[in-house]
């Protein structure tokens, strides 16, 4: 599986933003995908994630009714759509695939790492 995170860039606080993260190869039902972000000097963190099978998703604390996660409906495309965005969530943002359907905020559930895209919000 690989996949391509796409539609980071610089942003005015309380803007919004639509990262995108196209998979390809074999992604079946079983399957879930999380986003993650990293802002510099800082861990990584679990941002939200989606079930490949039913879309239910999961969200960080932090991010709960700001972002939102959705699949597109044809393809394997999962979208995390950004509001009221805070400079805090400046950061590089990556999305994973997982072989188990579940939506995990543990970095070693998942399976395929995309390459990050920068999101920079602006004060």
């Known amino acids: 599986v690989q996949l391509q995170a796409s539609g980071g860039g610089l942003v005015q606080v309380g803007g919004s933003l639509r990262l995108s993260c196209a998979a390809s190869?074999?992604?079946?039902?079983?399957?879930?995908m999380g986003w993650f972000r990293q802002a510099p000097g800082m861990d990584r963190k679990f941002v939200g994630g989606i079930l490949w099978s039913g879309g239910s998703t999961r969200y960080a604390d932090f991010v709960k009714g700001r972002f939102t996660i959705s699949r597109a409906n044809a393809g394997n495309t999962v979208y995390l759509q950004m509001n009221s965005l805070k400079p805090e969530d400046t950061a590089v943002y990556s999305c994973a695939v997982s072989r188990n359907a579940f939506v995990s905020s543990a970095e070693n559930w998942y399976h395929y790492w995309g390459q990050g895209t920068q999101v920079t919000v602006s004060s």
């Open positions: 190869g074999p992604i079946s039902s079983a399957h879930a």
